[in-house]
């Protein structure tokens, strides 16, 4: 069963998220509602994937952080969350994430792209 942690500063949007993972027949070990929060959990959870905010990753730094997850869960897979499709798609890609997915997709096709 593919272990899911979840980051974003919103909770419906975390609830969402939440009951479409238990839909997808996954886990979710973990949630946080800020950057550091995430480093400090996913590690521990034993994460396969990671979905995470944009807007969660420090500003200043996105890479940097990401590249730090990377190094503490080496093997899970960077799913970036975005609001918005401009400059954000290929930033989400360029810092390190596997996959980006933009928060107003439907439901039905976020849930396809989380299929493992």
Same mark, same amino acid.
């Given at each position: 069963?593919?272990?899911?942690?979840?980051?974003? $500063?919103?909770?419906?949007?975390?609830?969402?998220?939440?009951?479409?993972?238990?839909?997808? +027949?996954?886990?979710?070990? !973990?949630?946080?509602?800020?950057?550091?929060?995430? %480093?400090?959990?996913? /590690? $521990?959870?034993? *994460?396969?994937?990671?979905?995470?905010?944009?807007?969660? #990753?420090? *500003? =200043?730094?996105? =890479?940097?952080? %990401? &590249? !730090?997850?990377?190094?503490?869960?080496?093997?899970? #897979?960077?799913?970036? %969350?975005?609001?918005?499709?401009?400059?954000? +798609?290929?930033?989400? #890609?360029?810092? @390190?994430? &596997?996959?980006?997915?933009?928060? @107003?997709?439907? /439901?039905?096709?976020?849930?396809?792209?989380?299929?493992?």
């Amino acid at each position: 069963m593919t272990r899911v942690f979840i980051a974003d $500063a919103r909770p419906e949007e975390r609830s969402a998220l939440r009951l479409m993972i238990l839909d997808l +027949k996954m886990k979710v070990v !973990g949630e946080a509602a800020d950057w550091s929060t995430t %480093l400090a959990q996913a /590690p $521990a959870s034993r *994460i396969d994937m990671l979905l995470v905010d944009w807007d969660l #990753l420090p *500003i =200043n730094a996105p =890479n940097v952080a %990401l &590249d !730090g997850l990377r190094k503490a869960c080496p093997s899970a #897979l960077v799913v970036v %969350l975005i609001s918005h499709l401009d400059a954000r +798609k290929q930033a989400a #890609l360029s810092i @390190g994430a &596997d996959i980006f997915i933009s928060k @107003g997709e439907t /439901p039905e096709c976020v849930a396809e792209r989380l299929r493992i």
